[in-house]
Structure formats: C-alpha cells, structure tokens
T-cell receptor, first 113, second 115 residues
C-alpha cells in the first residue's frame, strides 16, 4: 500500500546549521507530496508541497524537490533557527482520488542557540 | 477566525463511557476528514465526507466509532464504550476539493484521554 518513510528523530542541530530530513515514499499512483510542521502546542500546518516530478516546493527558507526516480522528497534548509524547532511530517496524497493524506511518523527537530 | 475549529480541545473520560467530538470546517469546504494521531506517530486517516456523504472509512474505524455530517457542514465523531487504546489526538481537516485546490486545512485537534 501507499506509505511514507522519514528519518527518525530527534534531530539536534546548532543554530545556523544546514538541515536535511530524508523522506521516501511508496505510492500506487502519482502522488502529491507535502511537508507539514507541528510547532509545540499548535496544530498541523502545511509547510510546502509539490505536485509533479521535479517540482520544488519552498517556504520560510525550507525546500524540497519531488524526485520520482528515487521516490524521495527530502526537506532542506540552509541555516536553521531556534524557532524552527518543531515536529516535521512528510506526507503524500493521491489527488483526484480520495485525497486522504498519508503521513510519515514525524521527525522532531531541536535547534540549540 | 475562519479556520477549522474543534470542540472540545481536551476530553478526559473513563473507560466504557461514550464521547462525542465536533468539527466545524471552513465554510463552503465540501470535504471533511477525520484523522487520529497517537503519541510519537503521524496522523492516520479515519474517514472522510464529501458534503454529507461518508465516502470512505479506514479499517482503523471500529464499530465503536461513528461519524456524521448531517447537513454537509459540521461533523461529529462519536466513540462508544471507550477503551484506553482510544487515547489520542483526533484531528479534523477540511478542503475545497476543486481542480487545482485540494489543500487540507487542519483544526487544533481534540485530545482524548481514557482512564
């Protein structure tokens, strides 16, 4: 079945470090791919998305590129801030079908000042 | 505030009791989704509605769970005879589901604790 696998956390980095959170997927169709973020005490927010191969989603300095050949959607940021500390979820959805979102288990990110 | 709202935000109940949660989607959103998130895991799909029709239910949704969206607006999720394993965050999301716009907007969730 359809699934998402992302690197386990927690990930601890110093402020201004480079961030990569790996994500790979398995899908029977042609999915849209997402990264959601959950800040402490807050609800899920869409961080970025990509709907077709080679698309790059970007927001708040974060980027991820839809790689169909490697079935990957790795999240990157060049210089993290303490305020980026949160749980990040990679996810997929088969748009034009039921649109239900299939999430990875999440990666907790801690940024040290 | 025109976002997705959920009520209550927290619920503590004793095992065996029934509980009901409510979700108010963004107005004019025709799709409404319920997800469940347990500690340390990502949200898992439970069920979704297109207007008032319930179109899909996950096998996670046992017979003790029932969801309704009677007028195609707000939705309720009821759990009968709660068990400790039902303790989780229950998330609601809504979407417009029109070509080019399938983004789901999530509510803050209802945290259920079964003692």
């Amino acid at each position: 079945g359809d699934s998402v696998t992302q690197m386990e956390g927690p990930v601890t980095l110093s402020e201004e470090a480079f961030l990569t959170i790996n994500c790979t997927y398995t899908a029977t169709g042609y999915p849209s791919l997402f990264w959601y973020v959950q800040y402490p005490g807050e609800g899920l927010q869409l961080l970025l998305k990509a709907t077709k191969a080679d698309d790059k989603g970007s927001n708040k300095g974060f980027e991820a590129t839809y790689r169909k050949e490697t079935t990957s959607f790795h999240l990157e940021k060049g210089s993290v801030q303490v305020s980026d500390s949160a749980v990040y979820f990679c996810a997929l959805s088969l748009t034009n079908r039921d649109d239900k979102i299939i999430f990875g288990k999440g990666t907790r990110l801690h940024i040290l000042p | 505030d025109t976002g997705v709202s959920q009520d209550p935000r927290h619920k503590i109940t004793k095992r065996g009791q029934n509980v009901t949660f409510r979700c108010d989607p963004i107005s004019e959103h025709n799709r409404l989704y319920w997800y469940r998130q347990t500690l340390g895991q990502g949200p898992e799909f439970l069920t979704y509605f297109q207007n008032e029709a319930q179109l899909e239910k996950s096998r996670l949704l046992s017979d003790r769970f029932s969801a309704e969206r009677p007028k195609g607006s707000f939705s309720t999720l009821e759990i009968q005879r709660t068990e400790q394993g039902d303790s989780a965050m229950y998330l609601c999301a809504s979407s417009l589901a029109s070509p080019g716009d399938y983004e789901q907007y999530f509510g803050p969730g209802t945290r259920l604790t079964v003692t």
